[in-house]
């Protein structure tokens, strides 16, 4: 019972290691070892962490992966890890750094794991989540249609810089990183207090839940509700971040492609029914 107890960090960290170590075998080149070892190991840290109900457990993973993703890959290394490099690496017909990062991450992986990048890795997230709004104050609004606007302007932005053909397109994109975030930043910050809501950037703005909503849908991993203990309560409800509708067990509850496993409906379940 106790091995059950932990396969989701084991089968995750397995996961991490077997893209590691054939990302490593077949590119030639060890970073891709150290990248996906260490993301796999972090995300596994804090899955532990939360089977052992520390109350930072997610959030030790936050820092751990996006502080990695932001400074030291993005900052010290040049690589712009934001939507546009996806787009500038995709257009230059070479597949790493950005590409196999949203492949990973943003493409297939929601297949298995939903959006838990959203959760343990964003370093947009990472931020906002310190805000004090960790609890919605108000319903959901219509707004969803923005990220597929922040979808299009990043892909037309990069698009124009290659029909151009512009040079320096590597400095371009770095900066274009650095401005970014800061924009992202800036924004989430400012709806965070406006709508009340941490949240609000990652359910209205971001244009990486383009890809990773519809893959959601089918993810592997998913908050399940037994129904024998459930009481209907509410709370799992009132505590969610993203507004799920973790009761239902269907794939079309309400804002189902939104969870980001963070896992407060879960300890906050006073019947132990999710």
């Known amino acids: 019972m ?22 490593w075998l077949t590119k030639n080149e060890i970073f891709y070892l150290f990248n996906f070892s260490y993301i796999g190991i972090s995300i596994s840290l804090g899955m532990f962490l939360l089977i052992k109900r520390h109350p ?3 959030r030790i993973v936050q820092l751990l992966v996006g502080l990695y993703m932001l400074v ?3 900052i010290i290394r040049g690589e712009n890890m934001q939507i546009e490099g996806f787009w500038y690496y995709l ?41 004090p709004y960790k609890v919605p104050k108000h319903p959901r609004k219509n707004l969803g249609w923005i990220r597929y606007v922040t979808f299009a302007a990043s892909l037309i932005f990069v698009a124009v810089l290659f029909l151009t053909g512009t040079q320096h397109m590597e400095q371009i994109m770095f900066w274009a990183f650095i401005i970014g975030n800061a924009v992202y930043y800036l924004v989430g910050i400012v709806l965070a207090y406006v709508l009340q809501d941490n949240r609000a950037f990652c359910k209205y703005v971001c244009p990486i839940t383009v890809f990773l909503k519809p893959m959601s849908y089918f993810s592997l991993l998913r908050i399940r509700c037994n129904p024998d203990k459930c009481v209907s309560c509410g709370k799992c409800k009132r505590v969610c971040p993203m507004q799920v509708d973790v009761t239902d067990p269907s794939r079309k509850r309400l804002n189902g492609t939104e969870c980001i496993l963070c896992m407060e409906c879960v300890k906050n379940c006073p019947k132990q029914a999710l």
């Open 72 to 74: 030291y890959l993005g």
């Open 56 to 58: 930072y457990g997610r």
């Open 2 to 23: 106790q091995i059950k107890k932990y396969l989701v960090p084991l089968l995750m960290l397995t996961v991490f290691e077997t893209i590691a170590v054939t990302l």
């Open 91 to 131: 257009f230059s017909g070479v597949f790493e750094a950005a590409t196999i990062h949203y492949a990973v991450a943003k493409i297939f992986g929601p297949l298995l794991f939903g959006r838990g990048w959203c959760g343990y890795a964003c370093w947009t997230a990472m931020v906002l989540d310190f805000l």
